[in-house]
């Protein structure tokens, strides 16, 4: 057996031991974790962009266990590509860091637009609860139970009321933690429900309107700009797809950017300036309503 087995079978046992002695722990720490304060080791500045960012993803996951599973899969990156292609290293750890924060990010893009779209929808349940003589906690209650783009939000609402918490505090967090276009309207329109009663339903309806009034004037300017939107992803995709293609043709050609100093250089700085120009193309298309 070579080093390299005999390295990858003390790593995989190593490993298992620790998981095995994890599982074993796991029932005492789920039972005693209500019962200690919460330590963070991340400080509260990224802590707090970062746990918005993964409610606004529909992620159940602290901070701090998103950023060791992000540290665990680099270190497990690194260590393959280390033995399988050691100058390839730089470029694949670089992708490993921003992959997950590209991907949290469009996920939430992804949940904002999705919860946007239910929007009006969600209203209209809260309209004919509140003429059939319900009130707005009942249709936060429904909401939380009901599948779709919303169920988080309505769920998180709830279980703030639950604690303690008033209902206009819980829509307000609301429009912090969803801060798309939309939201802030229905909250609004939603506390004033609650104070006039069934009276409100006829400004719900007029907030309604406006919500698909927007709607339709955004589908209107996302057809229009479609050609746009095809032009920016092949005029970005180009030097990448010439360079995948390059790299196949020519290993040889492709070796001087991965294994000398100003290779890696120009590397790194060509996807520097693919990453900004795609999100400064995104941000001239405007994706979102």
């Given amino acids: ?12 046992g190593v490993l298992t031991a620790g998981l095995v002695r994890s599982a074993r722990r796991m029932p005492v720490a789920d039972r005693a974790r209500p019962l ?5 080791f991340l400080p509260r500045r990224l802590a707090v962009p970062l746990a918005g960012a ?22 497990v990156i690194a260590w393959v590509t280390t033995l399988l292609a050691p100058a390839l290293l730089v470029p694949v750890v670089m992708t490993a860091l921003a992959a997950p924060l590209v991907g949290l990010r469009l996920r939430a893009q992804q949940a904002d637009r999705a919860a946007r779209a239910a929007l009006p929808g969600v209203l209209d349940h809260v309209v004919a609860q509140l003429r059939a003589g319900g009130t707005v906690i009942d249709a936060v209650q429904a909401g939380a139970v009901r599948p779709g783009p919303l169920q988080p939000d309505f769920a998180r609402i709830e279980a703030r009321i639950a604690l303690g918490a008033s209902l206009e505090d819980g829509l307000a967090r609301w429009v912090v933690e969803r801060p798309v276009t939309g939201v802030r309207s229905a909250a609004a329109a939603l506390c004033m429900a609650a104070t006039m009663g069934g009276s409100a339903a006829t400004a719900l309806d007029g907030v309604v309107r406006s919500l698909r009034d927007d709607d339709a004037a955004f589908g ?4 229009l700009s479609a050609q746009a939107r095809v032009s920016a992803v092949v005029v970005g995709a180009a030097p990448l797809a010439y360079l995948a293609f390059a790299t196949a043709a020519d290993p040889a050609s492709s070796r001087v950017l991965v294994s000398t100093g100003p290779g890696l250089v120009c590397l790194v700085v060509g996807l520097s300036l ?16």
């Fill in 36 to 40: 200690r304060s919460p330590r963070s």
């Fill in 54 to 75: 993964l409610v606004r993803a529909d992620l159940d996951c602290a901070p701090e266990i998103a950023v060791r599973w992000w540290g665990l899969g680099i270190g």
């Fill in 220 to 223: 209107e300017a996302r057809a």
């Fill in 1 to 12: 057996m070579n080093v390299t087995g005999v390295l990858v079978a003390g790593a995989g």
């Fill in 274 to 289: 693919e990453g900004i120009a795609a999100l400064w193309m995104r941000a001239l298309l405007g994706t979102a309503p």
